[in-house]
């Protein structure tokens, strides 16, 4: 496939760190035209030469295992516009590096969001290309009059088909998974519910800290960060009826009635049902790499006044009779003691068993790396009366292309389902607005963890010890 990739903000670090070498990516798995053009739009002085040794750097230091042809070939179709993302008169030139082709154009918002307003409006003042498709990064909005009055602006100007609110975790194969584990399988679908479901965790750690991101995560915070888009989508997936058809429209319906059927916090529940957290310095090991994380308060850029939690835990209610009655666990923090990125479905224990006591099993959905497990309960090993708790399940090969990959082509095919429609954006708003008021109005007080342990005391379950995998089964 061929495109026109326009990338506002092609200066910026999500441009080097993900744009740049999913494009690579592609290009060297045929999955998207040699002769794929991008161009980079920004204020810093560049002219074309100077962008593609930019381009380049980029790839040799965020792609280096990209064939050094594919990367060539995305160096040597870059050009760059400079000037003011928020003028006319810079889309314009931007938009004219198309040259008429049919093809799509991509004109990808890797902006501050601060931004977003002005550049739709501009937009809306130029000629555009029939086959435009403009993307729209996260944060959307940073409340819910901010999102609707970014929808609206967006309405003006495009199709909603035109219009990509990407978000990177309804690329990752795991979250994928979740649609076709629930609908294409006989055995899940029935259990899946309040009869046989006791409670569901999302869970994203991470033992990455937020010192080089400071200036921008302290006036975002874990759950504007996280929570509001990345985890309310996974339990859109989780927890939504069979859609019709997997159209687009279709699916965004059944994610729109979770969000809607979301139960509104109350002052109470927000101080009862959430925790804010920000990290105190610390030691972090991740794959026997050990270093020190000074205090999220002294890094370069956080006002410590303003009370940003870098880590969050909120339980969430559905009121729909699937899931009435079962809490909903959404946790993530940065500088944690383990990358920890899961849903866990967690089975009511049984009862009148001849097994008094067995564990309740578990079905397990990891990402980065994907793997997906249940824990099943067998007596067969040692003493045939004694159980064991084994794991059955299986580890996915590492994602290719990469999620920023799946996300490109899924925009240059005009395929939305890897993106939040607008109703979707606003209703997870809803969600979240009343537990920000509830903060400011000092609610579940901001409490402290140090950098490198488990975070503060949690409702979300320590992983359950379950034999690794089940043995190899013997030759006979
Ligand atoms: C981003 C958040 O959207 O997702 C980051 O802003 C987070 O704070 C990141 O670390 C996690 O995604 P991934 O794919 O990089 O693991």
Not at 46 to 51: E, I, V
Not at 65 to 89: F, H, I, L, N, Q
Not at 209 to 223: E, I, K, M, V
Request: charged content about 25%; hydrophobic content about 45%.
């Amino acid at each position: 496939m061929s495109a026109t990739i326009i990338i506002l903000g092609a200066t910026g670090d999500l441009t080097a760190r993900y744009l740049l070498p999913a494009i690579g990516q592609l290009v060297e798995r045929d999955l998207l035209d040699q002769d794929v053009r991008l161009v980079g739009v920004a204020d810093d002085d560049h002219d074309d030469a100077s962008f593609r040794a930019h381009v380049e750097a980029s790839l040799t230091d965020h792609a280096p295992k990209v064939a050094a042809e594919a990367r060539a070939a995305v160096v040597g179709r870059s050009s760059y516009v400079r000037g003011d993302v928020t003028d006319p008169a810079t889309l314009t030139a931007a938009l004219a590096e198309h040259g008429g082709s049919p093809d799509p154009v991509v004109l990808y918002l890797a902006l501050p969001h601060v931004l977003f307003l002005r550049v739709i409006s501009a937009l809306g003042q130029v000629d555009r290309p029939e086959s435009l498709r403009v993307v729209v990064e996260k944060p959307f909005g940073r409340d819910l009059a901010g999102a609707r009055e970014l929808n609206a602006a967006l309405a003006e100007v495009l199709d909603e088909d035109q219009v990509f609110r990407v978000d990177h975790f309804l690329a990752k194969q795991t979250v994928l998974n979740i649609i076709g584990l629930r609908f294409a399988n006989r055995v899940l679908e029935p259990l899946w519910s309040r009869d046989q479901v006791e409670s569901i965790d999302i869970v994203f750690d991470e033992t990455v800290d937020a010192q080089a991101r400071a200036a921008y995560f302290d006036r975002s915070g874990a759950l504007r960060d996280m929570v509001q888009n990345h985890l309310l989508q996974m339990l859109t997936l989780i927890a939504m009826e069979p859609p019709r058809s997997l159209d687009p429209q279709d699916l965004s319906a059944r994610k729109v009635e979770v969000l809607r059927a979301v139960r509104t916090l109350t002052r109470d529940d927000v101080d009862q049902h959430t925790v804010r957290a920000r990290y105190t310095a610390g030691t972090v090991s991740r794959n026997g790499d050990t270093r020190q994380v000074g205090a999220y308060v002294d890094a370069p850029g956080v006002d410590p006044a303003r009370g940003i939690e870098t880590y969050t835990e909120v339980t969430l209610h559905l009121d729909t009779p699937r899931w009435q009655g079962v809490p909903f666990r959404l946790r993530t923090g940065k500088a944690l003691g383990l990358d920890r990125r899961e849903v866990v479905v967690h089975f009511r224990p049984l009862e009148d068993s001849v097994f008094p006591g067995a564990d309740a099993n578990e079905l397990r959905l990891e990402l980065d790396p994907d793997q997906m497990w249940l824990s099943v309960n067998i007596n067969g090993m040692g003493d045939p009366f004694d159980l064991e708790t084994v794991a059955m399940g299986i580890e996915l090969p590492r994602q290719a292309p990469t999620p920023y990959g799946q996300l490109i082509l899924a925009i240059l095919d005009g395929d939305t389902r890897l993106s939040a429609r607008a109703h979707e954006a606003e209703e997870a708003w809803r969600i979240v607005e009343p537990i920000l008021a509830g903060w400011a109005d000092g609610a579940s007080p901001l409490v402290e963890y140090a950098a490198g342990s488990d975070g503060p005391p949690s409702a979300v379950r320590a992983p359950t010890e379950v034999s690794e995998a089940l043995p190899a089964a013997e030759q006979s």
